[in-house]
């Protein structure tokens, strides 16, 4: 019978899996994972979508403007309650003012904290303008809270809020 020398069996299985090592499956293409709805996106897409006739901009405190400059650098980087907290301390030294409110109810949605949002944006909008971007985002902030609810009637009711924060300029020819 022939046989082969223990030695030279060993070193072809061995040149097998060096071979099988440099053949590799592609790796597959990892898609990122996406949330069905950004409803935080929506919000402030209502407010850039407003083109109204109307547009408040406050004057700025410059410690409440660092605060808030600050709390949206923390957003960006996903640090939320960090970003709460600095807006907070914002709204300590102007408790008052509907922007402020208005970025302390889209970070506690980024929290998952949708009554604190909710109530906030009514807020906001009660001591705001009540037209131009910022009483769309208000709204829009209730159309996703009641959406959130399954509150459907308050969902329509919502959404009417959004369309009358809109006001038209005069023509001009």
Known sequence: MFSVPRWRSGSTVLAAL?????????????????????????IRAAGAREQSIIDVAPLR?????????????????????????????????NPDSPDLLQDRAEVA????????????ARRSWSLGPQLGPLCARNWQTIVEMRLQAGDQAGVATARTGVRDCHKEGVPRY
């Open 18 to 42: 060096l071979l099988a090592g440099c053949f590799s499956v592609p790796p597959q293409e990892e898609k990122p994972v996406v949330p069905a709805h950004d409803m935080v996106a929506a």
């Open 61 to 93: 405190d410059p410690g409440v403007t660092a605060w808030q400059d600050a709390a949206r650098a923390d957003e960006r980087a996903g640090r939320y309650t960090d970003a709460a907290a600095k807006l907070d301390q914002a709204l300590k030294l």
């Open 109 to 120: 949605i980024r929290l998952h904290d949708y009554a604190a949002a909710e109530r906030l």
